[in-house]
């Protein structure tokens, strides 16, 4: 399994680099120059501050869904969890990973892998719903996204999304769920059936609790939206560093829309398409030769630092060999 991880590095690392030597290489001109003589060293310090803000917040959600579903998570544990699903989400197809990581350092925290679920998807849930709640506004502020996203067409997918996890809680209020299980697992044998529908009766009660406590799940709704709103604000940060002038609700803007394209994209982390996006997005606002260093900075702070600190403590938890915990979830 040791190799198996430092093949994932290897090819993570390979990834990282041939893409953000290429984003700067095809952006970079000779103006940049002057933009990195005159970058201002408070604003790295400033980056850290707000991404500390934005996990800081992303734990006490997490803590706070635990002890909605009536469980408790430290915050030593909190932190754990939020930091162990950027390494995972970054080396896993889809970030299939994050999701695995979280509820394996939550089982490992001692809650019930039906409610680590539970939590996990409403934590999810939480951060797509706010971007979607956001995105008319933007699309309101940023006049010039509208001719690549027009409002009918962007109001109606909002619509849609927003009815998803509506429809799935009174879905899970009937019985058809349970038949489709009963269909589902019809070849397998009785032991691990009966595994399946205890699995899913403890996913359904840990739903349900969570349903009756409104008011934590509307804290952790508004931490949950400023935990990404902080995240965000890395590169409007990185921004004035270089002593540029522009808009903060425009640059957050775009910053939301991209980042909810990346929850459905199928690359490791986003890997390409969030780079590529930033270019897109960013290179009518920025200075020419900028763009592809300010979308380094921004991958290299907001995913890479958090993905080094969330490698050293999936190792340190479950050493070198955790991946196979992923790959046939013996510890799940």
């Known amino acids: 399994m040791r190799s198996k991880l430092m093949e994932h590095f290897v090819v993570l690392f390979v990834v990282v680099v041939l893409t953000s030597c290429a984003v700067?290489?095809?952006?970079?001109?000779?103006?940049?120059?002057?933009?990195?003589?005159?970058?201002e060293p408070w604003s790295v310090a400033a980056v850290l501050g707000v991404l500390f803000v934005g996990l800081f917040f992303d734990g006490t959600r997490l803590v706070n869904l635990t002890k909605a579903s009536g469980e408790e998570l430290a915050v030593g544990d909190a932190i754990n969890v939020v930091l162990s699903n950027y390494f995972l989400a970054l080396i896993t197809?889809?970030?299939?990973?994050?999701?695995?990581a979280q509820v394996l350092f939550m089982k490992k925290a001692g809650i019930p892998v039906a409610k680590a679920t539970a939590v996990v998807i409403v934590r999810t849930a939480m951060s797509i719903m706010f971007l979607i709640m956001m995105l008319p506004f933007v699309l309101l502020n940023d006049k010039a996204l509208v001719v690549w996203f027009p409002t009918n067409v962007v109001l109606t997918i909002c619509f849609i999304l927003f009815l998803i996890p509506v429809t799935l809680v009174c879905f899970m209020n009937t019985r058809y769920p349970e038949h489709w299980l009963f269909f589902i697992t019809n070849r397998l044998s009785k032991t691990m059936r009966r595994k399946v529908f205890l699995w899913y009766k403890e996913f359904r009660k840990a739903s349900f609790i969570l349903g009756k406590n409104p008011l934590a799940i509307i804290r952790a709704f508004i931490e949950s939206g400023t935990s990404l709103l902080a995240i965000y604000s890395v590169v409007p940060v990185f921004i004035s560093g270089f002593g540029l002038d522009i808009s903060y609700p425009l640059v957050l803007g775009r910053m939301i829309l991209l980042n909810l394209i990346l929850y459905f994209s199928p690359t490791p982390g986003g890997s390409g398409v969030a780079e590529a996006g930033f270019v897109l997005l960013f290179s009518p606002l920025l200075p020419s030769g900028t763009v592809g260093i300010m979308a380094v900075l921004w991958r290299f702070t907001c995913e890479y630092f958090p993905f080094l600190l969330g490698g050293a403590i999936c190792v340190k938890a479950f050493g070198a060999n955790f991946l196979a915990n992923i790959n046939f979830g013996k510890k799940c």
């Open 24 to 39: 700067i290489y095809f952006t970079f001109d000779i103006q940049a120059l002057e933009y990195l003589t005159i970058f």
């Open 93 to 100: 197809p889809g970030a299939s990973g994050g999701a695995v």
